[in-house]
Each structure stands twice: as C-alpha cells, then as structure tokens.
Nanobody, 120 residues
Framework: VQLVESGGGLVQAGGSLRLSCAAS????????MGWFRQAPGKEREFVTA????????YYADSVKGRFTISRDNAKKTVYLQMNSLKPDDTAIYYC??????????????WGQGTQVTVSS
C-alpha cells in the first residue's frame, strides 16, 4: 500500500486547507485511515481517524470543531478539512492506514507527509 499526501502549504491564521491522501494498492475500503502530525521538536500527535465503515472514533481535543476527516472509497482517498487554522497547527501531516479496519494500534502504512505552515 502506498499513500501520498497533498494539499499542504502556507496559510495565514484563520485560513483553511484541505489535505488529501491517495492510496494505491491494497483494499482501501477495508482500511481505517488516520491523520497524524508532528511539529518541530515535538512528538507525533494523533489527530483523527475514520474507520472502514465511515465511523469517526476520534478527534484530538486541539482540533475538535475545526478539522473534519472524510473518505471517498471510489477515489481511494481520505481528506482532512482544516478550518480556523492556528499557528500551533504548523506541522508535517501524515496519513496512515490500519488494515484491521478499526483505528487502533496497527497503522502499518504511512505516507511521506505534507508540510502545513500557519503564519500569525
């Protein structure tokens, strides 16, 4: 399974971005998909996930009400809509796939990441 993120960039605080993660190989519709981020000097943070059936089990408190995860199985793509961006959202954003279908401890496949920079 290969995952390729896109949609990152530089945006002013209060702005929006939509990240995409396109999958190839494997059976995307059966995977749970997650978004993670890592800021410089910080540990990787689990942002959100969506299970194979569309259930969204988790949003980090720091993004609740601002970020929305969705998936399009026909396009083998998962999205992260990010609104009301803050400088603290600056990080490299990674998508990952959990082949068990339920978000948990089995994110075996990872993308290369896309940089999101939010200026104040």
């Amino acid at each position: 399974v290969q995952l390729v993120e896109s949609g990152g960039g530089l945006v002013q605080a209060g702005g929006s971005l939509r990240l995409s993660c396109a999958a190839s190989g494997g059976t995307f519709s059966t995977y749970a998909m997650g978004w993670f981020r890592q800021a410089p000097g910080k540990e990787r943070e689990f942002v959100t996930a969506i299970n194979w059936d569309g259930f969204i089990p988790y949003y980090a408190d720091s993004v609740k009400g601002r970020f929305t995860i969705s998936r399009d199985n026909a396009k083998k793509t998962v999205y992260l809509q990010m609104n009301s961006l803050k400088p603290d959202d600056t990080a490299i954003y990674y998508c990952a796939a959990d082949p068990t279908g339920i978000s948990g401890e089995n994110y075996y496949y990872w993308g290369q990441g896309t940089q999101v920079t939010v200026s104040s």
